[in-house]
């Protein structure tokens, strides 16, 4: 069986070379992409039926958590396109077809969340809009986009749904000028006045809660919302793991400009250390917890409990504060070199504080989630 984890072992090192490209031109280096798809990872989450390796979503996120130790942006890119890849899943057998015939590894850029529209017309939809962050824009002949249905000029209603088109029907916004992972490439997404065909898409309702009618794969009947949030988790880990190893490595050798003692000696220091540690170790166990319930929730018909889902929301909020945490207690106790561009503290400091702030992960939202769950309040399903 693949080997999610080690096989992204073997090209950790060689991503590492790709950083500073990535970094310079905001797009994910070409060849980071090629290791990718070198290494069999594109294919963790597609379908078996098209030669992908449809394993649970654990496998993927401790994928992305080991990429992230060779490029931040490479993993996020991965994970982003690879949970395109499990919505598409979902889609009528001929879209498919067409998707991954020729490539189960194919990137799938986009943006899920309802930014446009799309109306009914005959044999399809017409889709206009714009779809900000979409990550790994550059990359892949296939886009995911969300809609929210309109009334036509006919006066017939649209369900909202997720689409998959071909990319060449596209207009790619180069708005990619930001704080941090700048590497990532997430542009904004145009369409104007677009034709697809009714195989390119899915009702987003039913592909959300994960009960689109003739899906029988597990996996692809799991909640996308909840799965999304879990998937993001692998990324941000990751990187608060190989921040917390730079920290350590550098801390190891520096002094205290004005007494010259070693800074490992400092027992504030040592706190710093130990407590980033201790959140780090509890954001992956809330990860883990997340992968239990997923599974838990393959072995049952959908739609997933609503509880069960609001807890795996709250459990990839809660993961990704105490990364945050974790990552700015290190930053802070970097010293003043990590003040500049080219320090290694300065560009985690960044990646980290950009990526946590994904809507999926939003805190006060999904801790009004959680205790509204916790104290017996109803939830609807648009909620979770």
């Given at each position: 069986m693949f080997n999610a984890a080690e096989n992204a072992g073997t090209i950790v090192e060689a991503l590492k070379q790709t950083e500073a490209e990535s970094e310079a031109t905001r797009v994910l280096s070409a060849k980071a992409v090629?290791?990718?798809?070198?290494?069999g990872v594109t294919r963790i989450i597609s379908p078996a039926a098209y030669g992908g390796y449809q394993l649970p979503v654990r496998a993927l996120v401790e994928a992305e958590r080991v990429i992230a130790h060779g490029s931040t942006a490479a993993s996020w890119v991965l994970m982003v396109c690879a949970a395109h890849t499990f919505i598409a899943g979902r889609l009528p057998r001929r879209g498919q077809d067409e998707i991954f015939g020729t490539d189960p590894g194919m990137l799938i850029p986009g943006v899920p969340s309802p930014r446009g529209t799309c109306q009914r017309?005959?044999?399809?939809?017409?889709?206009?809009?714009?779809w900000p962050y979409a990550s790994g824009a550059d990359h892949g002949d296939w886009v995911l986009i969300g809609c929210r249905g309109v009334r036509n000029e006919a006066g017939e209603s649209c369900p909202s749904l997720i689409v998959v088109m071909p990319k060449a029907d596209v207009v790619i916004d180069d708005t990619w000028f930001t704080l941090g992972m700048r590497g990532t490439g997430s542009k904004d997404l145009v369409l104007d006045n677009v034709s697809i065909p009714?195989?390119?898409a899915v009702t987003m309702g039913e592909a959300q809660l994960g009960t689109v009618p003739g899906v029988d794969i597990p996996l692809y009947r799991l909640p996308i919302r909840p799965s999304l949030a879990t998937m993001l988790l692998g990324t941000i880990v990751g990187m608060a793991e190989r921040g917390l190893q730079i920290f350590i490595e550098q801390t190891r050798t520096r002094r205290d400009v004005y007494t010259g003692s070693m800074k490992v000696d400092s027992p504030g220091m040592q706190r710093r250390v130990a407590e980033a540690s201790a959140e780090i170790a509890?954001?992956?166990a809330l990860t883990q917890q997340n992968c239990d319930l997923l599974?838990?929730?393959?072995?049952?018909?959908p739609p997933m409990p609503i509880a069960a889902r609001a807890q795996v929301r709250w459990n990839a909020?809660?993961?990704t504060h105490l990364c945050r945490q974790a990552s700015n207690r290190l930053f802070e106790g970097a010293g003043a070199g990590a003040a500049h561009d080219s320090h290694a503290m300065q560009v985690f400091f960044r990646d980290m504080n950009t990526a946590t702030h994904h809507a999926m992960l939003d805190f006060d939202a999904n801790v009004e989630l959680q205790g509204k769950s916790l104290l017996g309040i109803e939830l609807n399903d648009a909620m979770v």
């Open positions: 090629t290791l990718l798809h070198q290494s017309t005959k044999g399809g939809y017409v889709l206009n809009g714009r009714e195989h390119y509890c954001a992956w599974e838990q929730a393959m072995r049952h018909d909020a809660y993961a």
